[in-house]
């Protein structure tokens, strides 16, 4: 028998990040809870739903919390130098020659994650499995992805949280549509990745059992032109930490035109007209977005926001002159930002000083100092006092590597209300 139950400030559980969490739920009330449906979290205030998934019997631990396996990706640091470098996928009874020694994947799959394992030359080097940044980073990709700086950027503009829908166009690498699924994603009961075939008209997804839509559990959308580029990026997100992403991407192969196009069929064939309205951000990592604003502005939700991704500062005046010379566009976007994502490195560590010696003060007494005039005579040697233990001094300066301009942001609002949407409706039927 189902109840209805209302609750304090309590230890929840949510697949959000399958870890527990305490949320602070001050009167909130569940509606009727059964073990088989995903239970709807109201508000008392807001009366709002939130959908979370609450199992703690059922829900898999992180993929970071269980022991390497054959096929993982992982993360080799150096203990002597600090050097870093990504291996894998991880095979059993195979050898990687570094520069140091040999290293066996044996001695790695079964250990757990930040474990010590040694090469032949009984070399230390320790093993983790690779974030987010350390996967876009150190591994071998098939073209230029969006780093971290722009990809993290990109998501607070859009204003995501976990459960909405999102629209890339250009999948490129993978990069951006892995940190907009960790974004969006939330966890529910076994889920299943969605594909469509190439074929637009054929499209059929894995899973029938689970309409994204309707369970509202996040989903990115992600169109890619190129069939390299669409196959790779599948690829390259799978082996990011066993493909745990996967299950909030919806991968489509062919032109932005033609994915907009099965999604007025789709709402065509529901006979809804408010189920065009679906995605909560839009961004268009395209050579000329422009093109495509137009084609775009029916599916994004009012108020809500679209990014493009653009190198050079040529295609951002030639975005803004569009719409400004464009009517229907100047009442349908307004611009927001123009921005460019910096980063700057610092290293910042203690070091010892060498060779400190100790000069006479003015008032006589001894004081150390790292000044060692060059010549025989100021030697170490023949130098007053050598101070002891050594003095430890902290080094200050910027990166050598610092990662520079890798492209311009621009954020635009759809400004169409949902008055304004209702009234031409309405003009419409009439």
């Known amino acids: 028998m189902a109840r209805h139950c209302i609750l ?59 022991p390497f396996q054959a096929g993982d990706f992982v993360v080799l640091r150096d203990c002597l130098h600090g050097k870093v470098k990504i291996i894998g996928p991880l095979t059993a009874g195979t050898k990687r020659d570094t520069r140091s020694g040999i290293i066996q994947d044996d001695n790695i799959i079964g250990q757990l994650n930040r474990s010590y394992i040694f090469n032949h030359r009984q070399r230390r080097f320790i093993v983790s ?35 909405s829908r999102v629209l890339e166009a250009g999948t490129g690498a993978g990069a951006l549509t892995m940190h907009l699924a960790r974004a969006v994603g939330i966890q529910l009961p076994n889920p299943t990745p969605t594909f469509l075939t190439h074929n637009p008209s054929d499209h059929q997804t894995v899973n029938q059992d689970h309409d994204i839509a309707t369970l509202r559990w996040g989903q990115v959308d992600t169109v890619e032109t190129r069939p390299d580029h669409f196959q790779k990026a599948q690829r390259w997100v799978q082996q990011f930490q066993r493909g745990h992403l996967l299950p909030w991407i919806r991968w489509y192969q062919g032109s932005l035109s033609e994915w907009l196009n099965h999604l007025t069929k789709e709402s065509t064939a529901t006979a809804t007209t408010s189920s065009v309205k679906i995605y909560d951000g839009v961004v268009l990592d395209l050579p000329t977005p422009w093109y495509y604003l137009l084609e775009v502005a029916p599916f994004l939700k009012p108020g809500r926001f679209l990014v493009c991704y653009l190198p050079n500062m040529s295609q951002v005046l030639d975005l803004l002159k569009h719409i400004n010379n464009n009517p229907a566009l100047r009442c349908q976007f307004a611009t927001e930002n123009v921005l460019e994502v910096a980063w700057k490195r610092w290293q910042v560590k203690p070091t010892l000083v060498r060779n400190p010696v100790v000069a006479p003060s003015p008032d006589g007494n001894q004081e150390p100092t790292t000044d060692v005039p060059l010549g025989p005579e100021h030697s170490p040697v023949n130098s007053v006092v050598e101070a002891n233990p050594p003095e430890q001094a902290w080094v200050c300066h910027p990166d050598r590597m610092p990662l520079g301009h890798t492209a311009f942001l621009v954020r635009l609002r759809n400004i169409i209300s949902h008055d304004t949407l209702s009234s031409s409706e309405s003009s419409t039927v009439d």
């Open 129 to 163: 499995y690779p974030t987010l940044e350390d996967y876009v980073e150190l591994r071998k990709r098939h073209c230029s992805p969006i780093y971290h700086k722009d990809a993290s950027t990109i998501v607070t503009l859009l204003d995501l949280a976990p459960g």
């Open 8 to 66: 304090g400030t309590s230890m929840l559980r949510f697949g959000i990040t399958n870890r527990w969490n305490r949320a602070a739920l001050t009167l909130s009330y569940i509606k009727p809870l059964t073990t088989d449906a995903v239970p709807t979290l109201y508000s008392v205030v807001s009366r709002t739903p939130c959908y979370r998934y609450y199992s703690p019997a059922t829900s898999t631990p992180l993929v970071i919390d269980t």
